[in-house]
């Protein structure tokens, strides 16, 4: 199939971009790498009566550091992303994710914001970013990932509102992280999928960031704290994952009901814990 008939715009700049979007509100359908939005347009899933190119606009293509985090523009491609040094040594929960999103072909134009921004609940960058407690940069304010994320490809971007970059927090001496997903083939979306951030002091959890995603509506954060002050041992990381697993009620699929779902869940979750653990001390 082929698109409904659109106009293209081509933005000149973010300010274009955000006036062409305020002039034609929910009508209005933005273009980064594309990865997401063109089948769904083939498919006539979705209907736009204008289509906003970012691609030619300059300075957002960036990777780099600021304050303290590594700031990806939204027209950063996953694969630049995942080729990154910057990525690999300052944020690996990040560079372990890449690999993760789509295949090698999607993620040469795929952007990272644009993942962000598409808000699917099994997305892998999503996860990454609530877990890092990390940001989602836009044409009017910084929002941070925990509040970005509603339901189902919906996010608390209003309709004449951009990503313009994310920032994603720099890991700190005494970190480890850890992300993992369970999924029926290389490149699809998760069934399940589980991200674990902590600090470590004194050989003692003194925060940590645990969420979980593909189970549920959204990339959640999920309830650690019985970790912090102690020790992880294979014991006290089962505690944990069971207490997520209870916690959860995922919705039934073609690949697995809600207890199978439940079960990969508990599995995925003490495995991140154990290995963010494992990564900091």
């Known amino acids: 199939m082929k698109p409904v008939p659109f106009t293209y715009v081509r933005a000149e700049s973010v300010e274009h971009a955000v006036e062409t979007l305020r002039a034609h509100g929910d ?28 691609n030619f606009v300059a300075g957002l293509d960036g990777v780099t550091q600021e304050n303290g985090s590594i700031r990806i523009g939204a027209l950063a491609r996953q694969a630049a992303a995942q080729r990154s040094e910057l990525v690999r040594t300052g944020c690996p929960l990040l560079a372990e994710s890449l690999p993760l999103v789509g295949h090698f072909v999607t993620r040469n134009r795929g952007t990272v914001c644009g993942s962000i921004a598409h808000a699917d609940s099994a997305a892998e960058l999503p996860l990454a970013l609530v877990a890092l407690g990390g940001e989602v940069v836009t044409s009017r304010r910084t929002v941070p990932a925990s509040e970005f994320f509603v339901t189902h490809f919906t996010t608390t971007l209003e309709p004449d509102e951009l990503v313009i970059a994310t920032n994603w927090p720099r890991l700190e001496a005494g970190e480890g992280s850890a992300l993992d997903e ?15 951030v902590l600090h470590v002091e004194d ?12 189970v549920t509506d959204h990339p959640e954060l999920v309830d650690a704290s019985a970790l912090v002050g102690h020790a992880v041992d294979t014991d006290g990381a089962r505690s944990v994952a069971d207490a997520v697993a209870a916690s959860i009620d995922p919705p039934p699929n073609l690949h697995g009901s809600p207890e199978y779902r439940r079960r990969l869940i508990e599995v995925l979750v003490e495995r991140v814990v154990a290995r963010a653990w494992a990564e900091a001390t």
């Open 203 to 214: 050989a003692r959890v003194t925060d940590v960031r645990l969420a979980v995603g593909s």
């Open 27 to 54: 009508e209005a359908k933005v273009l980064a790498g594309g990865q997401s939005l063109l089948p769904a347009l083939n498919m006539r899933l979705v209907r736009p009566a204008v289509l906003v190119d970012l």
């Open 182 to 196: 369970f999924a029926v083939r290389q490149g699809d979306f998760a069934l399940a999928s589980a991200a674990c």
